[in-house]
């Protein structure tokens, strides 16, 4: 337990000083001293004290160590992990760095001077609620708040902190957010993008995205290895990232097989006869190195100049995948086919997104899956 005292001593200039003291042991048995100016001070905090001793959340460093510093050890683990290929990818670790550095540490908005033991739910939310003052995004102040999550589960897994005050703290967006329903290209537009692709190698990449429903980086992790030619399948195991750094896809529904047309297979056995790169480790659409295809520039380049002439509304990479996953809606595969195909973490997601565009007989019985999941 706690115990208050009077302390009394002679300052160098001779002035008699007397402060308040509580003196006791904390968690790990080391005593602790701290002075106060008054006695009601010394026993509020001693009640405190007691109190956060008696539930095991009380930690002494808490009220020495600043959120910089629990922000700045967290980086240092990321990158740590990033070395050693703990699931942690470079672009991971820049965004990580930029939600610290731009808004987390930010001089005025930002909580760099707190103490830990100032962390309650309150105070993140008051956070939060600057991040939205100062015009930043639903979308992008909760992740912004999710890494303010990892930066105080962190300092909890360093035994400097019992609890995480974010943990809860909620963003709300307006009354019409919610999952988005998913438009997909029109087949009149996609017929015009492949008549105007410049060659046979674009269009095979077009093809090849809006048939797999890969995602980019998956697209352009694949290798021949892959692809199973006596059973017509694409084996979905890696994606690569905007730096080039190849890992695991998006989750772990994301390893998956997908069926391949009679047709895809006949371009892709072309494409491999014409390819510099056909070993089984080589990627099936490298660049002219035979390293990943940098996904910004074929855009950029080759894919967004399609559009020029042709009067159609323009849709990114990704809108190719929309295209792919409808196309499996109305040729009749079932809502958890699809969620399959898609790689897709749960069916929710997939009726969340796609629902819209599935027959509702299909509806009635992707709801009783989720049901069935969720409440049996």
Not at 86 to 107: D, F, P, Q
Not at 336 to 350: E, M, N, P
């Amino acid at each position: 337990m706690a115990s208050v005292r009077k302390r009394t001593w002679t300052a160098p200039s001779g002035e008699t000083k007397t402060a308040w003291m509580v003196d006791y042991a904390d968690s790990r048995g080391d005593r602790q001293r701290k002075h106060f100016p008054t006695k009601k001070a010394a026993d509020a905090f001693r009640i405190s004290v007691e109190g956060q001793l008696q539930t095991g959340i009380y930690r002494p460093d808490a009220s020495k160590l600043t959120m910089q510093k629990a922000a700045e050890s967290f980086l240092e683990r990321c990158k740590g992990r990033h070395a050693r290929d703990e699931r942690m990818t470079r672009k991971m670790l820049v965004v990580y760095t930029g939600h610290v550095n731009n808004h987390i540490l930010h001089r005025e908005r930002g909580v760099a001077a707190w103490k830990l033991s100032q962390l309650t739910a309150k105070a993140v939310g008051e956070f939060r609620d600057r991040l939205r003052t100062a015009g930043v995004s639903v979308p992008t102040t909760r992740k912004i708040l999710s890494t303010l999550h990892g930066i105080i589960e962190h300092a909890v897994s360093q035994d400097w902190i019992a609890t995480n005050a974010a943990q809860g703290v909620r963003v709300i967006g307006s009354r019409s957010e919610g999952s988005k329903k998913v438009v997909p290209p029109p087949k009149e537009a996609m017929r015009a993008l492949l008549a105007n692709a410049a060659d046979d190698d674009l269009r095979l990449k077009l093809i090849f995205a809006a048939s797999t429903g890969a995602r980019a980086g998956e697209q352009w992790a694949a290798k021949w290895d892959d692809v199973d030619f006596d059973k017509s399948e694409l084996n979905i195991r890696a994606r690569v990232d905007a730096y080039g750094e190849e890992g695991a896809p998006k989750s772990a529904a994301g390893v998956r097989t997908v069926p391949l047309s009679d047709q895809l297979m006949s371009a892709l056995k072309a494409w491999k006869l014409r390819s510099k790169f056909s070993k089984p480790s080589d990627l099936i659409f490298p660049n002219k190195q035979g390293r990943h295809t940098s996904h910004d520039n074929l855009v950029k380049r080759r894919f967004l100049p399609l559009f020029a002439g042709l009067g159609l509304e323009r849709f990114n990479w990704h809108g190719l995948r929309h295209f792919a996953i409808s196309c499996w809606i109305e040729a009749g595969m079932s809502p958890k086919t699809v969620q399959t195909f898609a790689g897709h973490a749960s069916l929710q997601v997939t009726m969340d997104r796609y629902g819209h565009l599935f027959p509702s007989d299909s509806h009635k019985r992707a709801m009783d899956q989720i049901a069935k999941g969720l409440f049996s």
